[in-house]
């Protein structure tokens, strides 16, 4: 009988920023990953403290990027790799008011930027806002090689994890003995009978890789419609698009084609889209994670419903489980999955 102190069931944002916790803290674990790319594998990686269709910003933002910049020196430490892109995000105005709003807003929001840029190589004639303290995730290259020291060290089980094989009396998963199962799935948790009634929605978004004519200037991440930013020196991520009707695992014609025109719209060369992705969110109405335990079974938690903002809720929330389970610290009201009981 193997021991260990926890099981992951997961492989996305939520239960990689976990697995850190427990590297970080010495303790030992399994992760479960069946190897399908979840939604945080597609997603765009932008760190992004604004709200950018009404120039706000939402809850805990500055709290959740200083932590979120600490835990990414931790990971540096043993892959040997830095993934925060010092690159900040510019928001195209679509006219005048939008930019005299930004101006108004920026002496409520810290991170407005007062100076505004001009982009040549995409549409702008109004002008571009910068966002202080942005950023964006090296997404492929982080979730590459954290899979890669996880099985290196023996934590990774590349299997599908089986639910009927748990004995919650004596705490086992075949041949192992845990302390606590932690269930970090996405919407893959609508399929585990411990969890399966959490009031999660799926949002499926779709994004382009494009290759450009013209490349665009200083590697900035430009938003208007959608995000574009480079993925490598010729092809460019474009999107993502929300949609909670089209739940179907195949790519949507529609999401693609609204993808395309906004695109042509915004840049005015030349492009090939090269490859077309698309992921589902697990989101929750109120715009929180859901954490915690099962009213049964007390060593079953459940870590999901991270939305569009999976780095930032993902990192933050793995470190207020871990001191919830390790230490004692009460699990933050407005994310314990109690408030739905």
């Keep these: 009988m193997k021991n260990v102190d926890y099981i992951i069931v997961g492989d996305g944002y939520a239960a990689m920023f976990f697995a850190h916790q427990l590297i970080n803290n010495n303790k030992s674990f399994y992760l479960f990953s069946e190897g399908k790319k979840s939604a945080s594998f597609v997603s765009a990686g932008i760190i992004n403290p604004a709200v950018l269709k009404r120039f706000t910003t939402f809850w805990l933002a500055q709290e959740q990027i200083d932590v979120l910049k600490k835990t990414l020196s931790e990971i540096e430490v043993y892959t040997h790799k830095n993934y925060w892109i010092e690159k900040p995000v510019l928001r195209v105005f679509h006219d005048e ?41 090296n997404v492929r290259d982080f979730f590459t090689d954290l899979m890669n020291y996880l099985e290196k060290n023996s934590h990774l089980i590349k299997e599908k994890f089986e639910y009927k094989l748990i004995n919650t009396e004596n705490s086992t998963y075949k041949d192992i003995q845990f302390k606590n199962i932690i269930f970090a799935e996405g919407m893959v948790v609508k399929e585990n009978p411990y969890f399966s009634d959490i009031p999660v929605d799926s949002n499926k978004g779709h994004h382009l890789e494009v290759k450009l004519s013209e ?24 999107g993502g ?101």
């Excluded at 959608?226 to 993925?231: G, N, Y």
């Design 215 to 238: 490349k665009i200037e200083d590697d900035f991440t430009i938003k208007k419609k959608h995000f574009i930013f480079p993925l490598n020196e010729d092809t460019y991520y474009y």
């Design 97 to 137: 008011k939008e930019k005299e709003l930004w101006l108004k807003k920026s002496n409520e929001i810290s991170f407005l930027s007062k100076n505004f840029l001009k982009i040549n190589s995409v549409k702008n004639p109004f002008g571009c806002g910068q966002v202080d303290n942005s950023a964006r995730l």
């Design 241 to 341: 698009t929300y949609d909670r009707e089209q739940m179907h695992h195949k790519i949507d014609d529609s999401a693609v084609e609204k993808l395309t025109n906004a695109l042509a719209e915004f840049y005015p060369n030349d492009f090939e889209v090269v490859n077309v992705k698309f992921g589902f969110r697990p989101t929750v109405k109120d715009r929180r994670p859901i954490i915690g335990a099962h009213s049964e079974f007390k060593n079953l938690y459940v870590f999901n419903g991270l939305g569009a903002r999976g780095i930032l809720n993902g990192n933050y929330f793995a470190i207020n489980l871990y001191n919830h389970l390790e230490n004692g610290e009460k699990l933050h009201p407005e994310v314990d999955l109690k408030r739905f009981r």
